[in-house]
């Protein structure tokens, strides 16, 4: 019955997305969203007077969510999940991170705070930049395009993390972006990334599914590229045999934490860059 509910609700969207009205309907969605969290946000702010309060479309569009607690628990819980990944995977006590495709500092801020480690945020969103560096301190913030590069030299950073980034970008991008992550990583760096892989195949409508099994990407556009209508589903064969070429995979954890029902992968470099032909 659940899987059931869930190819109607695929259906839905994809006729939706077809039409051209996605963001329409997704903009009720948003309203609805915000009416349901404002008397729980007001407390929460009440609560904690201090507290940065993220714009609500902001939290929308990344999270899919709009509830200040949800924010906070999410990003807690996440910071934790990476943290416990690089001390696992790599031996420096005082690592240089960055977070590609951070958002409004979810997971930057409590990282920060429960590491001390250097950490970096990038994002394409110019005004999630800007209330980043307005709101969090002690990292630095800062806006890159859609397509590479990141603002910052070769081999800066002993790990990068992008949580539901790649899961937004059609395969020409996943291409260019890996090979900037080769570049801006260290030798030996960790790159720890999420898809939509195998814990999500069940959203996958029957032409799509054959694509999937047959080991390529499946897309889901008609909607702005990079934003969270935007949608890519990786196969396992994927994301190790040509997405990851170059890298070491590590370690492989699937929903990772509660509000990420997603696939982890940690990869560590292993050559100064993928060596794919076709990427350009």
């Known amino acids: 019955m659940v899987k059931q509910k869930e190819k109607l609700k695929q259906r839905i969207v ?20 915000w009416c349901r969290s404002r008397a729980d946000n007001a407390a929460y702010a ?4 201090a507290f940065a309060r993220p714009p609500a479309y902001g939290m929308f569009e990344a999270y899919s969510y709009t509830s200040y607690r949800a924010y906070v628990a999410s990003g807690d819980e996440t910071a934790a999940f990476i943290e416990g990944l690089v ?5 420096l006590s ?3 991170v960055a977070e590609w495709g951070c958002g409004l500092g979810r997971i930057v801020k409590p990282l920060r705070q429960r590491t001390g480690w250097s ?24 806006e890159n395009g859609l397509y590479p ?6 081999g800066a950073f002993d790990v990068l993390y992008c949580i539901s980034v790649f899961t937004h970008l059609p395969e020409d991008l996943h291409m260019a972006w890996i090979t ?4 801006v990583l260290k030798p030996g760096g960790i790159l720890i990334a999420s898809f939509h892989s195998r814990n999500v195949a069940d959203r996958l409508l029957d032409g799509e599914a054959a694509q999937f099994n047959a080991g390529n990407m499946v897309v889901r556009g008609n909607v702005r590229v990079g934003g969270r209508l935007f949608v890519a589903y990786h ?14 995979v590590l370690e492989v954890v699937e929903n990772p934490v509660s509000s990420m029902t997603q696939t982890v992968y940690v990869a560590r470099l292993s050559s100064p860059g993928p060596v794919d032909p076709q990427r350009k």
């Open 87 to 91: 001390r696992r995977h790599l031996s």
């Open 14 to 33: 994809a006729t939706l997305r077809a039409l051209g009205i996605l963001g329409t309907a997704e903009g009720v969605k948003f309203a609805l969203a």
């Open 235 to 248: 196969p396992s064969t994927f994301i190790k045999n040509r997405l990851l070429q170059g890298f070491e």
């Open 149 to 154: 590069p990141l603002p910052c030299a070769d």
């Open 180 to 183: 900037e992550i080769a570049r």
């Open 119 to 142: 950490v970096a945020g990038f994002d394409y969103n110019a005004a999630s930049v800007a209330w980043c560096g307005r709101n969090i301190q002690g990292a630095a913030f800062l």
């Open 46 to 49: 009440a609560e904690n007077p």
């Open 94 to 96: 005082l690592p240089v």
